[in-house]
């Protein structure tokens, strides 16, 4: 599959989340700073866009992917949490912390994301 790539770079602001917001909401695939690595991402909850994603990062599809999220309010649409992993939460993020946790019910996060696994990866970074 021949696939045409568009890349900008742009300077971290507004205007760029804006443009990155609307890559995503198309389906398509962005880079983004975190505190470790950039990553490459896509809409977690599209399922076509998560196939590419993996396509593009030649990543196996039984390799999950960790979800960013902003907050912990939005965590905790995905996943479900425990006294620990709340006080875990709440003590290193936003921040470079990726916890495991069982989905919730009616996680909108694509199975191929979650490698059709019970549990989701979530993180939010502390890069905005």
Known sequence: METSLKTRILPAGPAATAAAAGVLAKGGLVAFPTETVYGLGAD???A???AHLY???GRPAFNPLIAHVGDLADA???ARF??????LAE?????PLTLVLPKTEGCPV???????????????????
Not at 82 to 87: L, Q, R
Not at 91 to 95: E, H, I, S, V
Not at 110 to 128: I, K, Q, S, Y
């Open 91 to 95: 003590a290193f993020w936003p921040g």
């Open 48 to 50: 076509t866009a998560i």
């Open 76 to 78: 905790r649409r995905i």
């Open 55 to 57: 396509q593009a990062k």
């Open 82 to 87: 425990g006294a620990v992993a709340t006080a």
């Open 44 to 46: 977690a909850t599209n």
């Open 110 to 128: 694509a199975e191929l994301a979650t490698a059709g696994l019970d549990t989701v990866a979530v993180r939010v970074p502390a890069h905005a």
